[in-house]
């Protein structure tokens, strides 16, 4: 009897002792964890970069480990750069005396209308003009087109400026300049600059992180002629590479290079409007 009264007693503590277990291991119940997500904003219409006009969108390099054109596979050859974390996945890392040349793909070399755009990422600049991108002309002293930060007034604040040549690689043609567009917060920070250019009208409209900072109309760029380039340049302007790219000029003191990073840099065959510009800003700065 004695023996029967302990095997009952042991199999009762055996049985509160697995309950208490059981217990410690249920997770308390969380409402917020059977809410159903709230599904990722848009802008204008778009959750994804991808979805914007993407059957215009003509040269693309994302700089995801590679320094080709994602869309017509144009490689381009590293002098110095490298690859680091980007505003999506990896960017390109620049360094002095550091830069990208690639041959010019087909769909930059026939452009009318365009627009392009580029992220960076650089400690404020001291040393003279630093230029993301240039679509080269050998034979003059600016590319075709340059989109560069000139030294700053202060250490917040940069001056953007665009420049674009017509007339592909021919020294004679038409130029067009747009700034000093004063922009805050320049440094330290990713930012976005887009250039769209209006064949029809011959218009220049500068965008920095989605937002339109100027526009002009110069003379004598319609139709926009961009069929005798044959190269560009990421992260300098074309006469601080070596050998210079242009028979125009060597090495200047005034200009450098990129030390900091870019990413993205898209070309679309068309004039993006101001609604796709601003959703393209929001939704790659997302990752997405």
Same mark, same amino acid.
């Given at each position: 009897m004695k023996t029967f009264k302990n095997i009952t007693k042991t199999r009762l503590w055996a049985g509160i002792v697995l309950s208490l277990a059981l217990a410690s291991c249920q997770k308390e119940f969380n409402a917020k964890t059977y809410a159903p997500q709230k599904p990722a904003p848009t802008f204008s219409g778009y959750s994804s970069s991808a979805e914007i006009e993407p059957t215009h969108l003509v040269a693309y390099w994302p700089f995801s480990g590679t320094l080709a054109d994602s869309l017509s596979g144009t490689l381009g050859v590293a002098t110095g750069t490298s690859f680091t974390a980007g505003i999506e996945g990896k960017g390109l890392q620049g360094a002095l005396n550091s830069y990208v040349i690639t041959n010019a793909p087909a769909a930059i070399k026939s452009l009318h209308s365009f627009t392009a755009s580029v992220w960076?990422?650089?400690?404020?600049?001291?040393?003279?003009? $630093?230029?993301?991108?240039?679509?080269? =002309?050998?034979?003059?002293?600016?590319?075709?087109?340059?989109?560069? #930060?000139?030294? @700053? @007034?202060?250490? +917040?604040?940069?001056?953007?400026? $665009?420049?674009?040549?017509?007339?592909?690689?021919?020294?004679?043609?038409?130029?067009?300049?747009?700034?000093?567009?004063?922009?805050?917060?320049?440094?330290?920070?990713?930012?976005?600059?887009?250039? !769209?250019?209006?064949?029809?009208?011959?218009? #220049?409209? $500068?965008?920095? =992180?989605?937002?339109? $900072?100027?526009?002009?109309?110069?003379?004598?760029?319609?139709?926009? =002629?961009?069929?005798?380039?044959?190269?560009?340049?990421?992260?300098?302007?074309?006469?601080?590479?070596? @050998? !210079?790219?242009?028979?125009? +000029?060597?090495?200047? @003191?005034?200009?450098?290079?990129?030390?900091?990073?870019?990413d993205q840099v898209r070309f679309y065959n068309e004039v993006l409007s101001t609604t796709q510009i601003s959703a393209l800003y929001n939704l790659e700065k997302l990752g997405r």
């Amino acid at each position: 009897m004695k023996t029967f009264k302990n095997i009952t007693k042991t199999r009762l503590w055996a049985g509160i002792v697995l309950s208490l277990a059981l217990a410690s291991c249920q997770k308390e119940f969380n409402a917020k964890t059977y809410a159903p997500q709230k599904p990722a904003p848009t802008f204008s219409g778009y959750s994804s970069s991808a979805e914007i006009e993407p059957t215009h969108l003509v040269a693309y390099w994302p700089f995801s480990g590679t320094l080709a054109d994602s869309l017509s596979g144009t490689l381009g050859v590293a002098t110095g750069t490298s690859f680091t974390a980007g505003i999506e996945g990896k960017g390109l890392q620049g360094a002095l005396n550091s830069y990208v040349i690639t041959n010019a793909p087909a769909a930059i070399k026939s452009l009318h209308s365009f627009t392009a755009s580029v992220w960076y990422n650089m400690a404020e600049n001291t040393t003279g003009i $630093v230029n993301l991108l240039d679509v080269v =002309n050998n034979q003059y002293f600016w590319g075709n087109l340059d989109i560069f #930060i000139e030294n @700053p @007034p202060n250490p +917040t604040t940069g001056q953007l400026k $665009v420049h674009m040549f017509n007339n592909g690689a021919s020294a004679t043609g038409a130029d067009g300049w747009e700034g000093d567009y004063l922009i805050s917060s320049a440094y330290g920070q990713w930012n976005q600059i887009t250039v !769209s250019y209006d064949d029809t009208t011959g218009k #220049i409209t $500068v965008y920095f =992180n989605g937002a339109s $900072v100027g526009s002009n109309t110069p003379t004598g760029f319609t139709p926009l =002629n961009w069929s005798g380039i044959s190269q560009m340049v990421f992260g300098t302007v074309q006469f601080q590479t070596n @050998p !210079s790219l242009t028979s125009a +000029t060597g090495s200047q @003191p005034w200009a450098s290079y990129l030390t900091g990073a870019m990413d993205q840099v898209r070309f679309y065959n068309e004039v993006l409007s101001t609604t796709q510009i601003s959703a393209l800003y929001n939704l790659e700065k997302l990752g997405r």
